[in-house]
């Protein structure tokens, strides 16, 4: 019985080892051995091809023909509303006030068929909050018909907004615009192909739909057999030598690669599902279809270094990106409050005094073009004008923060990639952990025993 259970265990180790061994091979290795089709890698180069494609084909929407909206054959009109204080005194000149701070709303309607008196709508600076401008527009695509496809309707429901609540004596502008796109009444275009094309890119979002399907279906199998196999091994690892994995051993049975696939077809699942509905003018929303889409081709391609890894030469890199990641990380949060610690300084000191440090944002996206030298001359030079105490601080704010991140972190977060090159090169062909160890040893270990060699013995 204890011949039979030593024979039985090492059966089980070397079948372990085997099926460890097998796991960690690429598509080359796994063909090498078992001459195993690559299936899986062909079905990824495919997928690269058909979403590049497939990306190309998304437009922008461009518009020129566009008219206001008509109701019952009048055209709507443009709205001009105004929010301010309730009338009140107020006497700069004399420094005195008295106001209600309750926002009143004034709207009047202007009819391009009608005259528009200007005197019915007045604006008074020191109690206007913002001046709203608001419009119903109509427009026709007509770019897509030279692509041999149908020309787009868009509804267009606009405002423009004059900001002045600050009343600092700079009125902020922004725009904005909501879009609704339909079928036209009636669209009449001589030898054109629209339907043809229009049903060929349907077939081609349905085929990145179905390759991108069966494309996370393998990878999701392949983490579930990755996971299996974890469980086996640290079964095995316990009862041998009563000890558990580590968290850096648990990680390599997730590969990294599968995960970023699985995300990947995700990505471009949904939108290619958006994609049909846009072309069949029941959504009309680009900007959330491009998001998903170009990102998901980001990750495509960045998919493509995975099959570099597969040469010995170009695996070094990715050797060494995974390799510094965890000290990277570590050295770029040390890094980053010491960036969030100058965005604040900057946003409270200068803040008053210069528009690039007027809000968290801006001082932030002005240090990150610092430490590229973009804006250096140019903040030097608009704060040239300010008091003596202010100049000061500005200049030892900004000489203090280049040369923190110009030549002390940016060298060392490049010394520390410098040094995982190093240590990669020189590692190069030896073991690292004990799970690599534990699969070398497979290709010197004897064939198991049988039954027979058992009893015989």
């Known amino acids: 019985m204890a011949s039979e259970w030593v024979v039985s265990g090492n059966n089980s180790e070397f079948e372990l080892r085997r099926k460890l061994k097998y796991f960690f091979m690429n598509p080359c290795e796994k063909y090498r051995t078992r001459g195993r089709k690559p299936w899986k890698l062909t079905l990824q180069l495919i997928k690269i091809t058909i979403i590049t494609i497939q990306y190309l084909t998304l437009r922008s929407v461009t518009v020129g023909n566009h008219a206001f909206q008509r109701i019952n054959g009048t055209d709507t009109p443009l709205i001009l509303c105004q929010r301010f204080y309730t009338p009140e005194n107020i006497s700069p000149e004399n420094q005195t006030l008295s106001i209600d701070p309750n926002v009143q709303t004034e709207c009047v309607y202007i009819y391009s068929t009608k005259p528009f008196n200007i005197?019915?709508?007045?604006?008074?600076?020191?109690?206007?909050?913002?001046?709203?401008?608001?419009?119903?527009?109509?427009?026709?695509?007509?770019?897509?018909?030279?692509?041999?496809?149908?020309?787009?309707?868009?509804?267009?429901?606009?405002?423009?907004?004059?900001?002045?609540?600050?009343?600092?004596?700079?009125?902020?502008?922004?725009?904005?615009?909501?879009?609704?796109?339909?079928?036209?009444?009636?669209?009449?275009?001589?030898?054109?192909?629209?339907?043809?094309?229009?049903?060929?890119?349907?077939?081609?979002?349905?085929l990145v739909i179905m390759v991108c399907s069966l494309s996370l279906v393998l990878c999701t199998r392949s983490v579930i057999a990755g996971m299996r196999l974890l469980t086996e091994y640290a079964e095995f690892i316990s009862v041998k030598w009563g000890k558990s994995l580590s968290s850096l051993e648990r990680m390599e049975f997730i590969n990294g690669w599968n995960i970023l696939i699985i995300i990947s077809d995700t990505l471009t699942v949904t939108a290619s599902t958006l994609k049909i509905c846009i072309l069949a003018k029941v959504l009309s929303n680009y900007t959330i279809c491009s998001i998903l889409l170009g990102t998901a081709t980001l990750l495509v391609w960045i998919g493509v270094l995975r099959y570099l890894g597969f040469f010995q030469k170009y695996n070094i890199l990715i050797l060494t990106m995974r390799a510094a990641l965890p000290s990277a990380l570590r050295f770029s949060l040390c890094a980053v409050m010491i960036y969030l610690s100058y965005c604040f300084c900057g946003w409270i000191v200068l803040g008053p005094h210069h528009e690039n440090f007027r809000t968290f944002h801006t001082t932030a996206y002005c240090l990150l073009s610092m430490i590229n030298g973009d804006e250096v001359y140019s903040t030097f030079t608009k704060l040239r004008e300010r008091s003596a105490l202010v100049w000061s601080f500005s200049r030892f704010y900004i000489y203090s923060f280049v040369s923190i991140f110009t030549y002390m972190v940016l060298s060392l977060f490049i010394a520390i990639i410098t040094d995982t090159y190093d240590l990669i090169k020189k590692q190069d062909g030896q073991v690292f952990s004990d799970l690599q160890k534990f699969m070398t040893e497979y290709r010197d270990a004897p064939a198991p025993e049988t039954d027979t060699d058992a009893r015989a013995k």
């Open 119 to 206: 005197t019915d709508f007045t604006l008074d600076f020191k109690r206007l909050l913002s001046l709203e401008v608001r419009m119903k527009i109509k427009a026709i695509n007509l770019q897509t018909v030279r692509h041999d496809e149908l020309p787009d309707c868009y509804n267009f429901g606009v405002t423009v907004v004059f900001d002045n609540s600050a009343h600092s004596g700079r009125i902020k502008v922004s725009l904005h615009s909501g879009v609704q796109i339909s079928v036209c009444a009636h669209a009449d275009i001589s030898g054109s192909n629209a339907v043809s094309h229009f049903l060929l890119m349907v077939l081609l979002d349905l």
